[in-house]
């Protein structure tokens, strides 16, 4: 048989190839993750040059999540990384409990020890999952809260409604599902922009190319959600010019950001109107009750 009939065998737009090697989609993209986890995990997971500032930049989510917190929850957190969140959260707020679900192994070994090293957040029980968020080893009704900090928008989105059932099933009735950085919006330029750039891939045949961040239209969230039975979405960010143009070089693309799209976001962010601040919005948060 020839090298491209036996090609020809696999699904399409199901691998991609790497040095001669076929690699599933799903383990393509998680392993990007465990990469980035020995390389700059701060850099990785919120986009922060180091320590302080990814304390800086935690804050307002850490103080969100405390408001829908009781001291003997047990907090399922979705894709924790190296555990920022604990991090910052336990030491304030112990709780009954923390799960830790992670598909990156190096990032959960991350997080381990650095529990293991802080007596902090030692007050608090936790517990590391190395599994995916839409196949959740845990049982029905098995904890308070869930978390979901910046991970949906790296996911294809059938997995993310996959994962949104999974977390149904593992929250209690009455608990609460908290989700933050995941819903990039659909109806803004850079929403368009990548948008536009997914069904180029798609037509190339390469729609897993580099991850591409899934944009959302409010109609779609509303619809993963629908069987719960309350549901805020709050929109959050601001930027009217794209932070990013993805059709650019990597460096003339930086130049972009820095010098024009955050100067310009954030002159117009001082003079929009706040009815207007709305439309603005790079994403949608989410609280949404079981
Ligand atoms: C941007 S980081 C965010 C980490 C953490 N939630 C935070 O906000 O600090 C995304 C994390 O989600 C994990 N992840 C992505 N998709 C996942 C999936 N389907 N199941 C489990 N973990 C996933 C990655 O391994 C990575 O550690």
Redesign the pocket.
């Known amino acids: 048989m020839e090298q491209d009939v036996l090609q020809g065998l696999v699904k399409d737009r199901a691998t991609i190839e790497r040095d001669g090697i076929l690699v599933a989609k799903e383990i393509a993209?998680?392993t990007v993750?465990?990469k980035l986890?020995l390389e700059n995990p701060t850099d990785?997971?919120?986009s922060a040059k180091d320590e302080a500032d990814a304390a800086r930049k935690s804050a307002t989510q850490i103080h969100d999540i405390k408001i829908h917190l009781h001291d003997t929850d047990v907090l399922l957190?979705?894709?924790?990384?190296?555990?920022?969140?604990a991090k910052y959260l336990l030491p304030t707020m112990p709780l009954g409990g923390y799960i830790g679900?992670?598909?990156?192994y190096q990032?959960l070994s991350l997080f381990k020890e650095r529990y293991q090293l802080n007596k902090a957040e030692q007050q608090t029980p936790l517990l590391l999952l190395n599994?995916?968020?839409?196949t959740l080893p845990l049982k029905d009704a098995s904890v308070d809260v869930a978390i979901?900090?910046?991970?949906f928008l790296?996911?294809h989105k059938d997995?993310v409604k996959q994962?949104v059932a999974e977390i149904k099933r593992v929250v209690k009735p009455g608990g609460r599902v908290l989700v933050?950085?995941s819903f990039p919006r659909a109806a803004t330029l850079m929403g368009m922009q990548g948008l536009a750039y997914q069904a180029l891939l798609n037509l190339i045949g390469r729609p897993f190319k580099n991850g591409p961040v899934r944009y959302y239209w409010r109609r779609e969230i509303m619809h993963l959600f629908d069987g719960f039975t309350e549901v805020e979405l709050k929109p959050t960010g601001y930027a009217v010019i794209p932070k990013s143009l993805i059709f650019l070089p990597r460096v003339l693309d930086s130049v972009w950001r820095l010098v024009i799209a955050n100067p310009i976001n954030k002159l117009l962010e001082i003079i929009t109107p706040k009815f207007l601040k709305y439309y603005c919005a790079t994403h949608f948060d989410v609280v949404a009750k079981r």
Request: net charge negative.
């Open positions: 993209e998680k993750w465990d986890a990785a997971v919120i957190d979705c894709g924790a990384g190296y555990g920022r969140v679900v992670d598909s990156a990032m599994a995916d968020i839409h979901v900090c910046a991970v790296h996911n997995v994962a933050y950085s």
